[in-house]
């Protein structure tokens, strides 16, 4: 069964760097866009970009360009979001999903709280 | 960007109703919507994708239906486990855009 596997919960302060990660199984990890998404306490869902680690192409949503970096490893079937300074208002679940070819995510991770606080 | 616009953002249904949601685009989007169901503490999962289509495992009382920038989630036979948060989105245009939620109440 096709599984993604999220890191654990993460509390950081404002400025720490932070690389959250997501492990797919039982799929051919290099022939799918996987995407994040950001899901604020109490708020919906918002996309903040997707990569296809066979060729790191990556898609990333204006709002969230500059603020985050996204990146894989085929080679462990994994990817990543990487912040270089995070802010308080990065305090959220953030959640990988695979794309499939309609374009819409069809499996997803278990989802990261990341809480950052002085 | 793509403004996805659901309607309501709340209901509270009982156990047998027929339920509709609502999502509305601020502009075309031909039949490129998926909906979620999400519980809280849990991760969504895909109801619908191309508009009308069911994803596997997905019980039938779920369906889908519309185009360019109307479309309908309908729960026929609501069941009390469908309680949870219904959103849906797009996959029409760059960013991708969610609609702001719909949640589902058991009476």
């Known amino acids: 069964e096709v599984q993604l596997v999220q890191s654990g919960p993460e509390v950081k302060k404002p400025g720490e760097s932070l690389r959250i990660s997501c492990q797919g199984a039982?799929?051919?990890?290099?022939?799918?866009?996987i995407g994040w998404v950001r899901q604020m306490p109490g708020k919906g869902l918002e996309w903040m970009g997707m990569?296809?680690?066979?060729?790191?192409?990556?898609e990333y949503n204006p709002s969230f360009q500059g603020q985050v970096t996204i990146s894989a490893d085929t080679s462990i079937s994994t990817a990543y979001l990487h912040w270089s300074g995070l802010r308080a208002s990065d305090t959220a679940t953030y959640f990988c999903?695979?794309?499939?070819?309609?374009?819409?995510?069809?499996?997803w991770g278990q989802g990261t709280p990341v809480t950052a606080s002085s | 960007d793509i403004q996805l616009t659901q309607s309501p953002s709340f209901l509270s249904a009982s156990v047998g109703d027929r339920v509709t949601i609502t999502c509305r685009a601020s502009?075309?989007?031909?039949?490129?919507l998926a909906w979620y169901q999400q519980k809280p503490g849990r991760a969504p999962t895909l109801l619908i994708y191309?508009?009308?289509k069911l994803q596997g495992g997905v019980p039938s009382r779920f369906s889908g239906s519309g185009s360019g920038t109307q479309f309908t989630l309908t729960i026929t036979g609501l069941q009390p486990e469908d309680f949870g948060t219904y959103s849906c989105q797009q996959v029409y245009g760059y960013p991708r855009t969610f609609g702001q939620g719909t949640k589902v109440d058991i009476k």
């Open positions: 191309a508009a009308s």
């Open positions: 990569i296809y680690a066979s060729d790191s192409s990556i």
């Open positions: 999903a695979r794309v499939n070819a309609y374009g819409v995510f069809d499996y």
């Open positions: 039982a799929y051919y990890f290099s022939t799918h866009w």
């Open positions: 502009q075309g989007i031909s039949s490129y």
